[in-house]
């Protein structure tokens, strides 16, 4: 069977979402389009189309062909979001079920969503993509056959300390419905395809994550079946370099070491041992937390996984 070494997240897909205090934890994305087969970044969006470069020229996609993917790093500057509200109105096809197929010219949501948007940093080409899913989609440990439903909004250039409404409308029709449901919205910024952080950062990681474990475990559930009496080493599922912000990398300055992590027989890591000596702490929390993330599928012996430790060097 072959194993992704990086989960690259398929927007037509969703989990639930866990709330929590996260702040320690960051997950910046990136966006991609595919374009003639070949992958390539999203810079901008005009309408419903996401904007990219092939061969110099502007080629449109639409968010069907896109991907949410994490990255190693954020655009430059912060976006915060004040005073956020969202109202929406839904006619659509009833039934006993506790969940149904919607169907029929009637099965339309809609949305409006109007926050107070701040930034830090001047920030060139902004773009808002907006998440607007049920709400019981959130409570789901498994992936869902509901798609995400995304909407695009063009928010030009903003200087340091700009403050703007943000005004984001959203009109579909949503593949299941529970009854009783609501809907939510959850908007992540970009720029030149590259996430900016916010403070909904914290939510956004949560919902991401989320995702990556949902798949991990069905991934290693796969894994175990097909491997029975097997005896082999443990694979990379999730790696990527922990996210260090500018001003902690500054402080830090250069860092050229190693960590020892600590892998449970699920492949997820549960201890992380830094060498602590002339690092900055605020650096050695993102590191942890980063290396927290990592995910295995666990070394097996005559098909019954193994704890194992591993060593990790760390170069910025």
């Not at 989960?7 to 994305?29: E, M």
């Not at 966006?31 to 449109?60: D, H, N, R, W």
């Not at 949410?68 to 006993?96: C, H, K, M, Q, W």
């Not at 098909?303 to 760390?314: A, E, N």
């Amino acid at each position: 069977m072959k194993i992704p070494a990086l989960f690259c997240i398929c927007l037509i897909l969703f989990p639930g979402l866990l709330l929590g205090d996260q702040s320690a934890r960051v997950f910046p994305t990136a966006v991609y389009g595919t374009y003639k087969k070949e992958k390539i970044p999203v810079f901008g969006v005009e309408g419903q189309y996401a904007l990219s470069k092939q061969k110099g020229k502007t080629v449109k996609l639409l968010p069907k062909h896109l991907t949410i993917e994490r990255s190693d790093y954020y655009n430059p500057g912060f976006v915060e979001i004040t005073n956020a509200d969202f109202e929406s109105s839904y006619e659509g096809v009833y039934s006993l079920d506790s969940t149904i197929a919607i169907s029929g010219t009637k099965s339309t949501f809609e949305g409006h969503y109007k926050a107070r948007m701040k930034v830090e940093g001047s920030i060139e080409n902004i773009y808002v993509i907006a998440y607007c899913l049920p709400s019981s989609a959130l409570q789901m440990d498994e992936l869902s056959a509901e798609r995400i439903n995304l909407t695009f909004k063009n928010l030009g250039s903003l200087k340091n300390q700009d403050e703007v409404d943000l005004i984001i409308d959203v009109n579909f029709m949503p593949d299941f419905f529970a009854v009783g449901d609501e809907f939510v919205l959850i908007p992540i910024f970009y720029s030149n395809g590259y996430e900016i952080r916010s403070n909904l950062s914290s939510e956004i990681y949560s919902y991401f994550r989320k995702q990556e474990e949902i798949y991990h475990s069905q991934l290693l559930a796969e894994y175990l079946r097909n491997n029975t009496g097997n005896t082999l080493k443990h694979t990379p599922f999730i790696r990527f370099l922990p996210y260090l912000p500018p001003a902690v990398f500054k402080r830090q300055g250069s860092i050229d070491t190693a960590a020892v992590l600590t892998i449970d027989k699920s492949g997820k890591v549960r201890k992380v041992d830094l060498d602590l000596e002339d690092m900055d702490p605020e650096a050695a929390t993102c590191l942890t937390g980063g290396l927290k993330d990592w995910l295995f599928l666990p070394p097996l012996k005559e098909g019954t996984p193994h704890p194992f430790r591993i060593k990790v060097p760390l170069k910025y």
